[in-house]
T-cell receptor, first 109, second 115 residues
Framework: GDSVTQMEGPVTLSEEAFLTINCTYT??????LFWYVQYPGEGLQLLLK?????DKGSNKGFEATYRKETTSFHLEKGSVQVSDSAVYFC????????FGKGTRLSVIA | DVKVTQSSRYLVKRTGEKVFLECVQD?????MFWYRQDPGLGLRLIYF???????EKGDIPEGYSVSREKKERFSLILESASTNQTSMYLC??????????????FGPGTRLTVT
């Protein structure tokens, strides 16, 4: 079946540092890829998505590119802020989506 | 904006009680889902539904049942709550069309404590 592997956390960065959270997947066909974010005490929110190979999803300074050849969808941000502290989930598949286990990011001032 | 609401943010129940968690979405989505989220285990799918009165087991259905009598509402039922069902419960919904995968929209979650 479909699966998602994302890097273990927690990840701790200083403000304005560069962020990469790795995500690789196995899936049947060419499903869409998603990144979700979960702030403390809240549900998951869609951060960005890509629907086909080489698509780049972007939102709030975060980016990820759908790489079919490496089956990856790594999340990046050039300069993180304290407000980016949250848990990030990579997801793929059809219905229902398959989620990675989440990566906790802490950004310190 | 899509809105998924859950009946309670926090709930405390006693062992053996019957517990109902309600979820409502306002976007006419066909699919609805129930997950539980535990530290170190990520999201685990309990049940999902792709149409009214239809249900499918997820990865961990034991100890749970569901009901979907109306398109907008999906209920999770704990027939006899146990302490190992203490968790965060998340509801989600999504659109479906032509076999393509669409994003799931999540509610704020219900933190259930069983004592």
């Amino acid at each position: 079946g479909d699966s998602v592997t994302q890097m273990e956390g927690p990840v701790t960065l200083s403000e304005e540092a560069f962020l990469t959270i790795n995500c690789t997947y196995t899936a049947t066909g060419y499903p869409s890829l998603f990144w979700y974010v979960q702030y403390p005490g809240e549900g998951l929110q869609l951060l960005l998505k890509a629907t086909k190979a080489d698509d780049k999803g972007s939102n709030k300074g975060f980016e990820a590119t759908y790489r079919k050849e490496t089956t990856s969808f790594h999340l990046e941000k050039g300069s993180v802020q304290v407000s980016d502290s949250a848990v990030y989930f990579c997801a793929t598949g059809n219905t229902p989506l398959v989620f990675g286990k989440g990566t906790r990011l802490s950004v310190i001032a | 904006d899509v809105k998924v609401t859950q009946s309670s943010r926090y709930l405390v129940k006693r062992t053996g009680e019957k517990v109902f968690l309600e979820c409502v979405q306002d976007m006419d989505h066909e699919n609805m889902f129930w997950y539980r989220q535990d530290p170190g285990l990520g999201l685990r799918l309990i049940y999902f539904s792709y149409d009214v009165k239809m249900k499918e087991k997820g990865d961990i259905p034991e100890g749970y049942s569901v009901s979907r009598e109306k398109k907008e509402r999906f209920s999770l039922i704990l027939e006899s709550a146990s302490t190992n069902q203490t968790s965060m419960y998340l509801c989600a919904s999504s659109f479906t069309s032509g076999g393509l995968s669409y994003e799931q929209y999540f509610g704020p979650g219900t933190r259930l404590t069983v004592t």
